[in-house]
């Protein structure tokens, strides 16, 4: 494998496990914003959902970084 590829998969693992914790409703201190918001500001919002949608939304990523780039590996 080469170096970039390695890469790749790193990110790709990185991506999944951080995609697994916060679709398990955890992990709300991963999150920019909420982490920091007074203890009012955070009883707005359900934390197990907002977890869950970051969650979903870190799913998708880590699919095109692999696969996309090998498709233009027939390009002069």
Do not use: D, Q
């Amino acid at each position: 494998m080469s170096g970039s590829t390695c890469l790749e998969w790193a990110v790709v693992i990185l991506f999944a496990v951080l995609s697994i914790v916060l679709l398990m409703g955890k992990g709300s201190f991963l999150l920019a914003g909420y982490n920091t918001a007074s203890k009012k500001e955070k009883s707005k919002y359900n934390e197990k959902r907002l977890c869950r949608v970051v969650g979903g939304g870190l799913i998708n990523p880590p699919h095109r970084i692999v696969s996309v780039p090998h498709h233009f590996l027939w390009l002069p």
